[in-house]
């Protein structure tokens, strides 16, 4: 019974035949100077050769072919790929053979399978393999992500109704982190924050261009280079994904060290509180202003002239929200480089007038002004215990369109 219902199976989608890889044209591109320091030649880790000598054209683990590059960091690179099997376009991410990636591929395996009927699962990037490419001196592990054209969201101010569908995505994601797989992502900001295409002519074209006009590209001591390819422009876009867990970690542990990019810091890691899911909504409710209000909440800029300091971002924070309560700075092992026993700021630096959430909003007028405010007050508390859950703001009034 099971063969025949293999075979029915079989009748009505049969498996395609496996893709050919293709041949990509080893003439025709620009070759890029050797006084011109390309992408990833900026960092040490290929000055010391970390990085993955990939090629396009390549096939990994026997069926992922290198289409194109897609981006660079500091312990990676991103290439288009499409699995030959499947007929599916990919996301490549090989690493650098000198990071541990045990962390993050544990967290990604985490959130692939912990509930996959929650509805915050769509709202996360989630991973579709992982392999290793042996090398000599040091393999290199790489993550494979299914390819539904992702794109980073505009740098644009968004309109009311574009933030509110947005956050509600982004909070059934957290939602789902939070309570399902038990991670806090640490690094939410707008540019992990991607918007859907499934548009495969995007594809399609990126293919068709590597073809025709191939990418330029260096070789520094035998080792490629090539420069990244962009995409064409999308028709429309779809759901919002909250992607990029490198920075991820187990929110049922205790910890306190230091994370956040640095605006994007909670009180808590800046005073080394210990830490876990809050810091992801204060996160929220920071990247808010870059989105609806057009620029940063916080600076954090020391007027010594030296750049961000964790002094200068708190005299902010006690600007916008009040002094923090005693019984948080208590807790906090480097509350006394900032505050005297009784909770007194004693840093040499002015504490800002800002007026407080209210007066900073500059773009709602009304009942919902004072609903989005109180909305953001949700978020933006010095206790982390006393911020709404994910969950808890997916019911915000504001967020739904209620009016008070």
Not at 127 to 144: E, K, M, Q, S, W
Not at 198 to 209: H, I, K, Q, V, W
Not at 364 to 386: A, D, H, I, T, Y
Request: charged fraction near 25%.
């Amino acid at each position: 019974m099971a063969s025949l219902l293999k075979w029915i199976r079989a009748s009505i989608h049969p498996r395609r035949a496996p893709l050919p890889p293709r041949r990509f044209p080893t003439t025709g591109f620009t070759t890029i100077p050797a006084s011109t320091i390309l992408e990833e030649e900026h960092f040490d880790s290929f000055r010391n050769g970390h990085y993955y000598p990939v090629n396009i054209g390549d096939v990994f683990a026997s069926k992922y072919q290198v289409i194109g590059k897609l981006g660079y960091g500091s312990t990676s690179t991103v290439w288009l790929a499409q699995d030959l099997q499947s007929h599916r376009y990919v996301t490549l991410k090989i690493y650098t053979r000198d990071e541990s990636h045990t962390e993050e591929f544990r967290i990604y395996q985490q959130i692939s399978q912990a509930n996959p009927s929650h509805p915050g699962y769509g709202y996360v990037r989630t991973a579709l393999d992982n392999f290793t490419i042996p090398r000599p001196g040091g393999d290199h592990p790489c993550l494979v992500h299914f390819h539904d054209l992702l794109f980073r969201n505009p740098r644009h101010r968004f309109t009311e109704d574009l933030l509110k569908a947005g956050l509600m995505q982004v909070f059934l994601a957290l939602d789902y982190l939070h309570t399902e797989c038990k991670v806090v992502h640490t690094d939410i900001k707008g540019g992990n924050i991607l918007q859907e295409v499934r548009d495969n002519s995007l594809m399609e074209a990126f293919t068709a261009g590597e073809m025709e006009r191939p990418s330029p590209h260096k070789l520094v001591n035998g080792v490629p280079v090539y420069a990244s390819r962009r995409f064409g422009l999308p028709r429309s876009f779809g759901r919002a994904v909250l992607s990029d867990f490198g920075s991820a970690v187990r929110g049922d542990e205790s910890r306190d060290h230091d994370a956040q990019p640095a605006v994007y810091r909670s009180p808590e890691v800046m005073l080394q509180v210990e830490w876990s899911y809050p810091v992801d909504i204060w996160n929220v409710g920071v990247m808010i202003w870059d989105l609806f209000e057009g620029k940063h909440m916080f600076y954090g800029e020391d007027p010594d002239g030296k750049g961000y300091s964790t002094r200068a971002h708190l005299a902010e924070v006690i600007g916008l929200l009040g002094h923090p309560p005693l019984d948080l700075l208590q807790r906090g092992k480097r509350s006394h480089e900032f505050f005297t026993e009784d909770g007194q700021w004693k840093q040499d630096i002015a504490i800002p007038h800002t007026g407080g959430v209210q007066s900073s909003e500059e773009y709602l007028e009304g009942s919902n002004k004072e609903g989005f405010v109180n909305f953001m007050r949700g978020m933006l508390q010095w206790r982390p215990e006393n911020r709404k859950t994910a969950e808890q703001l997916l019911r915000d009034p504001w967020l739904n369109g209620e009016t008070i």
